[in-house]
């Protein structure tokens, strides 16, 4: 089953939950209270921007909306948007550090 750490945070919340189904990141964000801000939650503003440290092959891959938002924003350094990303069912660990926070 999949685990989402979230960690390196500014607000130092380190996170974990499992995910056996997988699913909508910005949805499991919100049922654990992660340490990840949102604002427009519509791939528009880029707060909600992840740095994935680990598990990048655990996302869908990005829509063309997250993509172009995600080259405009060039971090280099393959980041995610939280309310965009859904996580994939099946065993792994996707770990995540906030950068907007
Ligand atoms: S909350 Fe604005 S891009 Fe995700």
């Given at each position: ?6 960690v ?16 909508s ?11 990840v ?32 938002l ?18 994939k ?8 550090r906030p950068?907007?926070?």
């Amino acid at each position: 089953m999949p685990r989402i750490e979230f960690v390196g945070g500014a607000k130092a919340r380190d996170k974990a939950v499992d995910v056996p189904e997988g699913g909508s990141l910005v949805d499991l964000c919100d049922q654990v209270l992660a340490p990840v801000p949102f604002s427009c939650r519509s791939a528009s503003c880029g707060t909600c921007q992840v740095q994935v440290l680990e598990g990048a092959e655990l996302l869908e891959p990005a829509s063309e909306e997250e993509q172009d938002l995600l080259d405009l924003l060039d971090d280099g350094e393959g980041s995610r948007l939280a309310c965009q990303a859904r996580v994939k069912p099946g065993p792994g660990l996707v770990r995540l550090r906030p950068i907007g926070t």
